[in-house]
T-cell receptor, first 111, second 112 residues
């Protein structure tokens, strides 16, 4: 059974600091997704990572994938308050459109 | 392009009742998946439909069912509601397998 684990689950940080969210998964996967969820809102797609060594960047967020270690990271550079949200990684095996989500990391960025 | 829409947005039911939720995918998307989100269990996959056929099902009891119509719109039904069914139900659509899923705003179901 595929398991996806994120850490930390809660992260409170100061603006302008850098931090990383980790996502470990238990079995080989075709693709890994990162989503953002604001309180009371739906999930917004951030990145999809398809192959070993893949790196994607958008603004202050950068995601990477190491399929050998079964690890993805979401790195936040020089955080700003607008990035406060819950971030989920999700793994889809064999393109089955059956996402298995991590627990989510609730990120709070304080001025 | 319009995003995924879900109706209703909020719903209050009592135990034992049944409920039907509706999802309209992004135009051109043929795959529709449903997820349940609760504080305790997180986000869990319910089922996925493509061209009116259920291709995948999660580990939920038979009280949870769904269907997809020829225009790709989908409905899910929960019968004999239990308190534990209170959750945010999210629908996601994608063009096909192995494509990014785009989520709708969700239907928040409260069972009293």
């Amino acid at each position: 059974e595929l398991k996806v684990e994120q850490n930390p689950l809660f992260l409170s940080m100061q603006e302008e600091k850098n931090y990383t969210i980790y996502c470990n998964y238990s079995t080989t996967s075709d693709r890994l997704y990162w989503y953002r969820q604001d309180p009371g809102k739906s999930l917004e797609s951030l990145f999809v990572l398809l192959s070993n060594g893949a790196v994607k960047q958008e603004g202050r967020l950068m995601a990477s994938l190491d399929t050998k270690a079964r690890l993805s990271t979401l790195h936040i550079t020089a955080a700003v308050h607008d990035l406060s949200a819950t971030y989920f990684c999700a793994v889809d095996m064999r393109g089955a459109q059956k996402l298995v989500f991590g627990q989510g990391t609730r990120l709070t960025i304080n001025p | 392009k319009a995003g995924v829409t879900q109706t209703p947005r909020y719903l209050i039911k009592t135990r034992g009742q049944q409920v039907t939720l509706s999802c309209s995918p992004i135009s051109g998307h043929r795959s529709v998946s449903w997820y349940q989100q609760t504080p305790g269990q997180g986000l869990q996959f319910l089922f996925e439909y493509f061209s009116e056929t259920q291709r995948n099902k999660g580990n939920f009891p038979g009280r949870f069912s769904g269907r997809q119509f020829s225009n790709s719109r989908s409905e899910m039904n929960v019968s004999t509601l239990e308190l534990g069914d209170s959750a945010l139900y999210l629908c996601a659509s994608s063009p096909d397998r192995a494509d990014t899923q785009y989520f709708g705003p969700g239907t928040r179901l409260t069972v009293l």
